[in-house]
Nanobody, 125 residues
């Protein structure tokens, strides 16, 4: 059964860094669009970064220059390196896969079929 498992969240101070990991099991995700999303309390889930099937990487404006998405195909793992964290980055972070691909450009949650359970990131001043 296809499964995504996130890890790496935690509590850091403003300006700190974290690296999130998402391990895919049960399928090879190289042929999928993969994305990182986040959801803060009381807010809608939003796309943060995506890694498309052709290698294209996209970011929402608020994290450009601070976050970097990457993957290790040998480990079937997707990463999100987060630097210079802000209090506004506090949220539950999820990874997700889109078999058909448009999600990597749209960041629409409805495009993504499979989701992990999430990992909490808390940034405090």
């Amino acid at each position: 059964q296809a499964r995504l498992a996130e890890s790496g969240g935690g509590s850091v101070q403003v300006g700190g860094s974290l690296r999130l990991s998402c391990v895919a099991s049960g399928y090879r995700y190289d042929s999928y669009c993969m994305g990182w999303f986040r959801q803060a309390p009381g807010k809608e889930r939003e796309g943060v970064a995506s890694f498309d099937r052709d290698g294209a990487k996209r970011y929402t404006d608020s994290v450009k220059g601070r976050f970097a998405i990457s993957k290790d195909s040998a480990k079937n793992t997707l990463y999100l390196q987060m630097n210079n964290l802000k209090a506004t980055d506090t949220a539950m972070y999820y990874c997700a896969t889109d078999r058909n691909g448009p999600g990597c450009a749209t960041f629409r949650t409805s495009n993504f079929e499979n989701w992990g359970q999430g990992t909490q990131v808390t940034v405090s001043s």
